[in-house]
């Protein structure tokens, strides 16, 4: 989640051509096998139930409301029924246009810290996600220890980033000590898909002991691999919980600026599953 330059280094590119399709029902989620094994399901939210999130799998994360987050991001996340609730089966992040803090808009961002970790899995999230210039939604991962520092020399896993004013890109990157935007060797990829904010699609990652494969629906658009170099380049052997938020603004989502009249916008979550492989 933080920043992204527009030009990313391409470590794996797969030309993707035409729409990318939305699976028109969840599939089942019990176990899903694979050639090289099966995996199990541990951990998961189907929402299936009206209120706030459950506080057994869900913190709010609020600490830098005051410095942007470091990326001059607008809003100011709350803890409020109005910024996110679960109803009818979704969960749901609401940005709006109000003041609060410093900040002119407020929305909500999710970790699963502490509540959900995990070393290596299936993670996916089916959501749709909201348009209009100034919306920066996120569906990524940050370590739980900081086993090797503060970022990005612990590293950052980012699923899925959208920004409004480029409505058909979903980006995948990674943030290592070796590869992060400051230094300008940011890695990752972007793929077209035109109907991100109007249907529900599964945004994936598979993370092994060598590789970080990133997809929406059944389409692989980004791997990163373990080049055996050492933690500068390879820290994803260590605990990592998984985040939600809705930004406004900032240095990649308010590129183009922020339309006020295009609020409140709207993240909606379906369903949040965690697999582990049994060999």
Known sequence: ??????IILFVVLIPILGNIG????????R?????????????????????????SKWNFDTAGNKYGWGNNEQQWYTENKENVFVENGILTITALKEEAGDKPYTSARLTTKGKGDWKYGRI????????GKGTWSAIWMLPTENVYGNWPRSGEIDIMEHVGYDVDSIFS??????YNHIEDTQVGNAIWCNTAVSDFHVYCIEWDEKQIRSYIDDTNYFTFYNDEAGEDAWPFDQQFHLLLNLAIGGNWGGREGVDDSL??????VD???VYQKIK
């Not at 989640?1 to 527009?6: F, V």
């Open 1 to 6: 989640m933080y920043q992204i330059r527009y």
């Open 22 to 29: 939305c699976k028109k029902s969840p599939p089942e989620y």
């Open 31 to 55: 176990f899903q096998e694979t050639e090289a094994g099966i995996w199990e399901l541990v951990w998961n939210d189907e929402f299936d139930y009206e209120g706030m999130p459950d506080d």
């Open 124 to 131: 996916e999230v089916r959501a749709k996600l909201p348009g």
């Open 173 to 178: 990157t990674v943030h290592t000590e070796k």
């Open 263 to 268: 609020f409140p916008h709207k993240m909606e």
């Open 271 to 273: 369903y949040v599953r």
